[in-house]
């Protein structure tokens, strides 16, 4: 049982139990005219909520357009130009609005919108580039069961992106916004074409503004198309397999068993993980194995973060949001006590193996719960990884900044 008393002492538990429960709006809210973030219908799916930063500097994405939210105990304030999170009618904290930026009203000099291009996730900017996932356009529809990608197209992502279009709202971005990450995200092709449609959109943010780039599309199957990526100087990887259980995964996720299965996504996951050994050395490499908490029992999920830590990669877990329009909608969101033990093990499994965590600057993440920002949710305590991780992360703050500083304006 979860106390009012320890969602107010955690931020870390708050943020998993809104994930979980999502809240609802008082009619004294005044998201956009007090400077934040419209709710979007992004092709991140997951990214349907309210961007919001709680106490202890956690940025995040909170449902409140799902109907499990509208029965949420939770509910938003704004009193005194000041918004405050409510549970049953008790205060529980403070919040801030994600700020909207100037760049989030302006259009592209080809007219789009650039929202429609790109979108402030916490602090970094995400793309999600290209056409529609194949899986919704297949002659039988195979998309993965919790996916809205395919009933957000057009909604608020623009289908066609130009390098030139892109490139104006990274810079805006980075500029106005001071993102230090771009994350492109793509989803199934037929003839894997995702890498070869990223790779100049890669090489001119290298090339130009020195910003760290991510890369989340499916496994490609010519794996040194990964070295390819190393050297380019991508900083992440990310495969999203979702779910461990072999049953859950053929079932929900039908179109990534049928053209890939889960053995491929996880050989991809190893493969990539061992290229942090190789250069560039002054670029940092992360490989990620994502998964959903809450589609498959929290056994399983920590078994997937047992062996995406076993190859050194870093798991990311996002929660089970059950979205309007897709298959799922009906489904539970779960439940935040069955949530916790798989975000404790998160930090702990990241701890023990020595993996850089945390180490990214600037990076703020509102759609997952950060490995490092679980760690008030366990007891353990890592003293002498702490202090490398710190260590890392300082030298890396220090080469980054330079290479901001050396980036043509
Ligand atoms: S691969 Fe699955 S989750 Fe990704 S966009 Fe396609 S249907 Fe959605």
Redesign the pocket.
Known sequence: MITLDALRANPALLKLDLYCKGARLDDSCYIEGDGGRKVMRTRA?LGSGLELILPGELWTNVPVSEPFAQKSPYTIHRADGRYLLRHDGRDVSPLRLSPRPDWYDAKTGSGKPMTRIGTLQGTYLGIYQAKV?E??TAPTKV??KF?S??LNLGVDDANDKSVAEVMEVVRRARDESGITYVDFNT??YDGDTYLDILEPYIVRIKRELGLLVGVQT?PHRDLRRYDGLREMGVNRVSF?FEIFDRGLFEEI?P??HAEYGLDYYLEAVRYCAALARKGPRHEPWVTNGEIIGGLEPPESSIRAIDWITSVGAVPTVCVFRPLVGTDLEHAAPPETEAMVPVFRRLYEACMERGLPIGCAPNVHVSLVMLPEECRTLSPRRYPLTTLKLKAMAAAFGYQFRRRLQAAPA
């Open positions: 799916g996932c899986y919704w998309n993965c996916c990608v395919g989803g199934h499916p999203c996720c179109g990534k």
